[in-house]
């Protein structure tokens, strides 16, 4: 007679959010350079755009698709696709992919594109005010990020969408640098070496609270005396 046993093998995941958040931390880094004016043109923001804000973003997604987190392989997932697709929108205005294209670009796509991730990104600030409040800052200033990018792609109320854009951008990045470190020095060291803020606890109860609010309210007659001690 032969025994089966079946045995399971867990496979645990690091959390992918460091290299995602650097990822986005050095594109928005190099790219706010160029938009404030310190750097000129786009040729060296490409490659960055696709290596750190596209594969390293991806990268993470596929992570968290393993680690069952849906808001972070959505979030990292969706803002790598997005700087992938930024950087191809740049070489087809320079001719990388033909003339005929770039003869035919067209602004106003784009400024529809920004548009789209901002409704996205409105969502995902909703939830990152349950994560923790570095986390909610990114999300609040990629709001105005993709605000300053649409209007600017629509030629609305002269340079300013364009500087909206540009400061948003950098404080992007030095939050995402700040993330980063937080993600990779708290769990390297067990705690909260660096403090990213308590989540708001708006739309979603801390387990504290729900161990409090499940239990039995007891009422006098569930008080009872005792004069037993061990």
Known sequence: MSIHQNQETKIVNADPSAIGLFGLAMVTLVASSQKL?????????????????????????????????????????????????????????????????????DPHQLGF??????????????????????????????????????????????????????????IISLLSFYGAGAAVLNEHFGREFIPVGKPFGIFKKSDEAKATSARPVKTGKDFKVKNTFS
């Open 113 to 170: 594109a920004f548009v789209g991730y901002l409704i996205l990104t409105l969502f995902l600030t909703i939830g990152a005010m349950e994560t923790h409040k570095v986390l909610f800052s990114i999300f609040f200033f990629i709001n105005f990020l993709f605000i300053g990018l649409a209007l600017d792609s629509f030629g609305l109320f002269g340079a300013f969408p364009q500087q909206l854009a540009a400061y948003s951008e950098m």
């Open 37 to 105: 004016g310190i750097t000129t043109d786009v040729s060296f923001v490409i490659p960055w755009a696709i290596l750190l804000g596209g594969f390293a973003q991806l990268f993470a997604c596929v992570i968290d698709t393993k680690r069952n987190n849906t808001f972070g392989a959505t979030a990292f997932g969706a803002y790598g696709l997005f700087w992938l697709a930024v950087a191809a929108s740049w070489m087809m205005q320079r001719g990388i992919f033909g003339e005929t294209l770039a003869a035919g670009v």
